[in-house]
T-cell receptor
Framework: DGGITQSPKYLFRKEGQNVTLSCEQN?????MYWYRQDPGQGLRLIYY???????QKGDIAEGYSVSREKKESFPLTVTSAQKNPTAFYLC????????????FGPGTRLTVL | QKEVEQNSGPLSVPEGAIASLNCTYS??????FFWYRQYSGKSPELIMF????GDKEDGRFTAQLNKASQYVSLLIRDSQPSDSATYLC??????????FGTGTRLQVTL
C-alpha cells in the first residue's frame, strides 16, 4: 500500500523544546516537501528536497531544520527558535521537482503549551 | 498583491447544482495548475491538475485554464453534500515550487 505517513498525529510541546516530526514515503518519489498551515492562510513552504543529502529553504525556514539521509524519509525539527510553532504541519512528495503533482501525508498538529 | 488569490467563501450551492470555484495568479510564467480538496482537519487531496489552456474533465470535475487572463477555475457538476470542503488552488511558477491560495470553502446544501 503506497503512501506517505506522518507521525505523530498530535504533538504537544513546551516552550523551549525542540521536537522532530516524522515523514516517510514508499512511493519511490525523489522530491519531498514540508509545509505549515495556519487558520485562514494557505500552505507555506518550509523546506524541500530534490534528492538524498540535499535540501533547500522554502519561504519560512527560520526556526526549522531538516535532513534527508534516506530517499524515503524527510524529518522536520521544529527548534526553540521558531517563535510561533503551533500549526498543522504537512509533508508532501512528488516524483521529482519538475513534476509538481504533490501528494500529502495526513499531517501533524503541533501545539505549544 | 497575493500571488494566488481565491475568494474565501463560503460558496453555498444546492445539491445537484454546479459549483464554480475561481482562482487568479500573478506570475505569468506559471506552468502548472492544481486543485486540492481539503476536508476540515484533514490534509489536502489532489483532485485535478491542468497544464494547457482550455478545459480538462474528470468525472464530475472540470478544470479550466486561461493563461492570457491568468485564471484557473474548477467546476463541480451535480454537487453532493460530500463535496463540502475547502478547495485550494496551487500554481507552479518558474521555480517549480507550488504556491497555494488560501482556499474557498464550499457548502453543498440539501
Amino acid at each position: 500500500d503506497g503512501g506517505i505517513t506522518q507521525s505523530p498525529k498530535y504533538l504537544f510541546r513546551k516552550e523551549g523544546q525542540n521536537v522532530t516530526l516524522s515523514c516517510e514515503q514508499n512511493l519511490n518519489h525523489d522530491a519531498m516537501y514540508w509545509y505549515r498551515q495556519d487558520p485562514g492562510q494557505g500552505l507555506r513552504l518550509i523546506y524541500y528536497s530534490q534528492i538524498v543529502n540535499d535540501f533547500q529553504k522554502g519561504d519560512i525556514a527560520e526556526g526549522y531544520s531538516v535532513s534527508r539521509e534516506k530517499k524515503e524519509s524527510f524529518p522536520l525539527t521544529v527548534t526553540s527558535a521558531q517563535k510561533n510553532p503551533t500549526a498543522f504541519y504537512l509533508c508532501a512528495s512528488s516524483i521529482g521537482l519538475a513534476y509538481n503533482e504533490q501528494f500529502f501525508g495526513p499531517g501533524t498538529r503541533l501545539t505549544v503549551l | 498583491q497575493k500571488e494566488v488569490e481565491q475568494n474565501s467563501g463560503p460558496l453555498s450551492v444546492p445539491e445537484g447544482a454546479i459549483a464554480s470555484l475561481n482562482c487568479t495568479y500573478s506570475d505569468r510564467g506559471s506552468q502548472s495548475f492544481f486543485w486540492y480538496r481539503q476536508y476540515s482537519g484533514k490534509s489536502p487531496e489532489l483532485i485535478m491538475f491542468i497544464y494547457s489552456n482550455g478545459d480538462k474533465e474528470d468525472g464530475r470535475f472540470t478544470a479550466q485554464l486561461n493563461k492570457a487572463s491568468q485564471y484557473v477555475s474548477l467546476l463541480i457538476r451535480d454537487s453532493q453534500p460530500s463535496d463540502s470542503a475547502t478547495y485550494l488552488c496551487a500554481v507552479s511558477g518558474t521555480a517549480s515550487k507550488l504556491t497555494f491560495g488560501t482556499g474557498t470553502r464550499l457548502q453543498v446544501t440539501l
